[in-house]
Structure formats: C-alpha cells, structure tokens
C-alpha cells in the first residue's frame, strides 16, 4: 500500500478520534441539557442516553485505534502474522458492544412509555435511528467476520509459500 495513501487514512483517523471526543465531552452532554430544557420530562432520561451514547462513540474510536495498527503492519509487511487477528478480533469485539448499545436503546424505545412534546415523532425517530444503527452495526460485525476469514486464508497460503520458497 502506498505511503501517502497510508498518510491520508491515518489523517483521517485522528480527525475521526478527535471529532469523536469533541462529541462526547461537548455535544452529547450539550444536547441532552438542551433536550431537558426544551422538554422537562426528559430529565429522567436524560443521563442514560447520552452514556449510552458515548459508549457507542467510543467503541468506533476503540475501531479506529485497531484500525491504526492494522495501517501499521500493512506498513512494515506484517499483516500476514497472528498479531493481525487481535486487533481485527477488537474490532469486531467494539462493533459488537455498539450494536448491542444500540439494540438495548431501540428496545427500550419500543417499550417503554416516553412522554413527548407534540404528537410522539420525535421518539419513533430516535427508535428509527436506534434500530438501524443496530442493523448497520450488525452488518458491519458480520462483514468484519468474513473478511477475518479471508485474512486467515491469506495468511495460511502466504505461510504455505513462503515454506515452498
């Protein structure tokens, strides 16, 4: 992989972690307050969901530090090693607690009774957005698996040939 093409990913990563603690220390906090604000009934719910929230941020910044040093070994050549298969398992292990968190959160939002102003769009939209974060999480997980699979092909036949040469 090229050098710069590595540079522009890595780039990317480290404004992808940083806008995701921006996130979690200012705008899911802020949101929340302003939420309650807004709507008093709220206030119960106000610090479950936005843990949840930025628990689910930090299993994509958990992913994107794994992501990291898989760009390192593709870097040094060694992504054909054992050590690749813990950090895809960490990613995959990240993907999974985000869709479980974000499971759990349309669950409750399809149980429970959640007051809401006006007539009610408001949570069916959160529980919309809930629910395909879980099954976008789920597909990313599944994917991931595949293509862990794939790594441990290439691994075992890069293995094979380098025994033949």
Do not use: N
């Amino acid at each position: 992989m090229h050098r710069l093409f590595i540079a522009a990913l890595r780039a990317g990563i480290c404004v992808a972690l940083s806008a995701g603690l921006f996130g979690q220390l200012v705008v899911l906090p802020a949101t929340a307050a302003d939420e309650v604000d807004r709507f008093p009934p709220y206030a119960p719910l106000a610090v479950p969901y936005t843990a949840v929230a930025i628990l689910g941020v930090l299993c994509v910044q958990v992913a994107l530090v794994a992501t990291w040093a898989l760009l390192t070994m593709v870097e040094r050549d060694a992504i054909f090693t054992s050590r690749a298969f813990r950090w895809v398992d960490v990613i995959i292990g990240s993907a999974l607690v985000a869709t479980v968190l974000a499971a759990g959160a349309a669950a409750h939002l399809a149980v429970a009774e959640i007051p809401s102003p006006g007539d009610g769009m408001d949570v069916l939209g959160a529980l919309f957005a809930a629910t395909g974060c879980a099954g976008v999480g789920a597909a990313f997980t599944m994917l991931v698996v595949v293509m862990k699979g794939l790594l441990r092909k290439a691994t075992e036949l890069r293995t094979e040939m380098a025994g033949v040469v």
